[in-house]
């Protein structure tokens, strides 16, 4: 019985996270097994982010995880993007930046301990203010 259940596992294992990021509505059928809940999100969540920065795939992938509907802004060398989210957040000028709700949550160090400590769930259980 061990056996088929890490025959799913170890394929998953060696996937990398940009290919689940690309792929991730694709992998969605395993909301269930990973215990994600995608119907209780009900924020707006916005990251801005570069291609190959290893903070925002790791952003990405607890947004992922927690089964999160995001838009992302890949600002990669646009300066003008980079300066109207740097207006959003308070100056900051590095990337991760995310918002929840056009509320400003800060980078991925930030959003990591939001979750540690339990607060990310309501923040993303909150509907969008009308």
């Not at 940009?18 to 991730?24: D, G, P, S, V």
């Not at 930030?110 to 540690?116: K, V």
Request: hydrophobic fraction near 40%.
């Amino acid at each position: 019985m061990l056996k088929p259940f890490l025959v799913v596992r170890i394929p998953l294992l060696l996937v990398s996270s940009t290919w689940l990021i690309r792929n991730k509505k694709m992998l969605d059928f395993l909301n269930p097994l990973l215990g994600r809940h995608p119907e209780r999100i009900k924020a707006n969540v916005e990251i801005y982010t570069w291609q190959t920065c290893p903070f925002c795939v790791r952003a990405k992938m607890l947004l992922w995880r927690k089964g999160v509907n995001y838009t992302e802004y890949k600002i990669d060398g646009d300066e003008a993007a980079r300066n109207k989210m740097a207006e959003r957040a308070n100056g900051l000028r590095t990337v991760p930046q995310i918002f929840i709700n056009n509320q400003h949550i800060g980078g991925c160090d930030d959003i990591h301990r939001l979750d540690s400590d339990g607060q990310l769930d309501t923040f993303l259980a909150q509907p969008v203010a009308s």
